[in-house]
């Protein structure tokens, strides 16, 4: 088509085989588009295309439905984006609703004879790591193999802390469960893969603030725009682990060394729970050793 629809945040600039949505960096413009800048979504990745009244007077939208399997960062999400923030939403003006009807059917007319049906793969590349946020219980950073989880002593658990700092390889991961920082109980947690190379049945029984493989939101914690671009370049980068052999090991994951300011203060908390009760002498002196062992 190789035109230029203009609304409200974003721009779609339709090309032979996608259209390329760029996200305007504006004060009013959601943040979650400011951290996706721009996506290329080819036809293929779409099932249809609707065109219903947009949210406030005097506004059309135009929505291009993906199909499912086929965003990993609308996989993530599981539904849970506001309208406000659907990356596949253009608002427009109601008197460009005419324009955009034409679109609509040109852009229909253009999905792949797969339209109807499931994605095997993600076509739409998911932000790119690295990336990190800071949840309430730890800071969490992706560099594209591994997963870290760094606890705040502020915020974790004793149970986390027992555990420690952790580091999960992707090649580990079965998936990622992302709960909303706008629900009451918002987490991201790390499906881990069983010897099976099944999701392990355990993660998603244990509460989020005693799980040493998620994190917890909050107020101020774990932003939509911070924590659903690093769920979905996880997820991705889980999918592409089942077919590229070249992510590290768990193993050598955790063959790196520690920081020793970080042993030093996971020590002094260790023995400030144990000062507590939380732990026992035993519990105390055994983790303690773990932790130097890591130098």
């Known amino acids: 088509m190789g035109d230029?629809?203009?609304?409200?945040?974003?721009?779609w600039e339709f090309d032979t085989d996608a259209v390329l949505i760029r996200f305007e960096r504006g004060?009013?413009?959601?943040?979650?588009?400011?951290?996706l800048g721009e996506r290329r979504i080819?036809?293929?990745?779409?099932?249809?295309?609707?065109?219903?009244?947009?949210?406030?007077?005097?506004t059309v939208a135009l929505r291009a439905v993906?199909?499912?399997?086929?965003?990993?960062?609308?996989?993530?999400?599981?539904?849970?984006?506001?309208?406000?923030?659907?990356?596949?939403?253009l608002v427009l003006p109601a008197e460009r609703e005419a324009l955009a009807a034409y679109y609509a059917t040109e852009l229909q007319s253009a999905l792949g004879r797969d339209a109807d049906l499931d994605a095997g793969y993600f076509m739409v590349p998911a932000p790119t790591a690295p990336l990190h946020f800071k949840a309430?219980?730890?800071k969490v950073s992706f560099d594209g193999k591994v997963v870290s989880f760094r606890w705040f002593w502020t915020g974790a658990s004793s149970a986390k802390w027992k555990a420690g700092d952790q580091s999960f390889a992707v090649s580990e991961l079965a998936g990622v469960d992302w709960r909303s920082p706008e629900a009451a109980d918002g987490h991201l947690r790390l499906i881990r893969r069983g010897p099976d190379g099944k999701p392990e049945e355990s993660d998603s029984g244990e509460p989020?603030?005693?799980?040493?493989?998620?994190?917890?939101?909050?107020?101020?914690?774990?932003?939509?725009?911070?924590?659903?671009?690093?769920?979905?370049?996880?997820?991705?980068?889980?999918?592409a682990s089942e077919e590229d052999p070249c992510f590290p090991h768990p193993d050598s994951v955790r063959d790196a060394r520690a920081d020793p300011a970080d042993i030093a203060e996971r020590i002094r908390h260790l023995g400030d729970l144990h000062t507590a009760g939380l732990l026992t002498r035993d519990e105390f002196t055994e983790k303690k050793r773990e932790l130097l062992a890591e130098l």
Do not use: C, M, W
């Open 42 to 58: 080819p036809y293929e990745a779409l099932s249809s295309v609707e065109l219903t009244p947009g949210p406030r007077r005097g």
């Open 136 to 138: 309430f219980d730890g």
């Open 27 to 35: 004060i009013r413009t959601p943040k979650l588009f400011h951290v």
């Open 66 to 89: 993906p199909r499912p399997g086929a965003d990993p960062l609308l996989d993530a999400a599981g539904g849970q984006l506001r309208e406000a923030v659907d990356p596949y939403r």
């Open 208 to 239: 989020a603030d005693q799980n040493p493989a998620a994190v917890v939101f909050g107020l101020g914690y774990g932003l939509v725009h911070e924590s659903l671009p690093l769920a979905a370049s996880v997820l991705e980068a889980v999918q």
């Open 4 to 11: 230029v629809l203009a609304g409200i945040h974003s721009s």
